[in-house]
């Protein structure tokens, strides 16, 4: 019953920010948030409705034409559950605010490489796989540098999962998920992330999303250089490494895209047999504490709306 009602909020609240400008959709930061909160329900349907709801949202928001616009999403992040916000005293002189030293703000609900791990989650099931590939190339030439999973910079991390896809556009033609025009378009905002911190990749990604259809050089530049990224890769832990990523999202990929994985990683140093799944692993095991009840709550706290209790979500979202 609450994962259905839940649903069909979310379907209702995307339905209204198609209606809406691009100005406008910048003003319910908030909906982003519910709809990224829900993304750690275990319910392939529940998860989809949410991941269509974040894709909708970035798509109408001007993340491209306003710099601020990414800014104003991350400051709108939710508090943890029992948080709130630090109280802002009344002023009367422009020195009285100079002085004023503000108190420390908690740490979001949900950070940048929380939320890139629920999106990553998405591509292992079918019925999510395309939005997630599409929230992710729309969020990484915005992801910052300094929030890191598993020491790895996000948008290398996005790229291990991005690239393949690409690579197999180009070879499969018509098979592929995905056709050349948006491969394209996923190579060049690829290159917008990795610009700075791996600019020989970049470069190839550019050239790639820049030569016609059929170029043969496109692609091998770009596997050149992406295996070359392969071979650098540091080694996380015995179990945790981009190899290690790239094994678990061959087994959710389409052929095209898993023959790839495979063709890049027999080029790939060798390394350990076992590994950690922590994508395909998260839509069996709760891998944290915290609830979509936890997350509600910081979405109505960030919206500045009641709630029942100030401990304690609304009864109708304890699910």
Not at 65 to 90: K, N
């Amino acid at each position: 019953m609450a994962s259905s009602l839940t649903q069909h909020l979310l379907k209702v609240l995307a339905a209204s920010l198609c209606e809406m400008k691009s100005h406008e959709v910048l003003m319910f930061t908030q909906v982003f948030w519910c709809g990224a909160m829900c993304l750690r329900s275990q319910d392939v349907e529940l998860y989809a409705c949410a991941i269509d709801l974040v894709c909708v949202f970035l798509y109408k928001c001007p993340l491209d034409d306003s710099p601020m616009a990414f800014e104003v999403i991350s400051a709108c992040s939710p508090l943890p559950r029992g948080s709130h916000y630090p109280e802002i005293p009344f002023v009367e002189s422009y020195d009285e605010l100079l002085s004023y030293v503000p108190e420390k703000m908690p740490c979001p609900e949900i950070s940048w490489d929380q939320l890139i791990s629920l999106v990553i989650k998405g591509l292992f099931e079918s019925a999510t796989f395309l939005r997630s590939v599409r929230v992710l190339a729309t969020l990484i030439p915005h992801l910052p540098h300094s929030e890191r999973w598993n020491e790895l910079d996000l948008s290398v991390l996005t790229s291990h999962v991005l690239i393949p896809l690409v690579l197999s556009a180009a070879e499969s033609g018509s098979a592929a998920l995905i056709d050349d025009a948006e491969a394209r378009t996923i190579a060049h905002r690829l290159a917008q992330g990795l610009h700075g911190i791996e600019p020989d990749l970049s470069s190839s990604l550019i050239y790639y999303a820049t030569r016609k259809q059929g170029d043969e050089s496109r692609v091998d530049a770009l596997e050149s250089a992406f295996s070359s990224l392969l071979s650098r890769s540091p080694l996380l832990n015995a179990e945790q490494s981009p190899v290690h990523l790239l094994r678990e999202f061959s087994l959710c990929a389409d052929a095209a895209t898993a023959n790839k994985i495979l063709q890049l990683l027999s080029k790939a140093p060798k390394s350990s047999k076992s590994f950690k799944r922590d994508f395909s692993a998260s839509w069996s095991t709760r891998t944290t504490a915290s609830t979509i009840a936890d997350g509600a709550y910081g979405v109505l706290l960030s919206a500045r709306l009641e709630t029942d209790s100030k401990g304690a979500a609304p009864a109708c979202l304890q699910y």
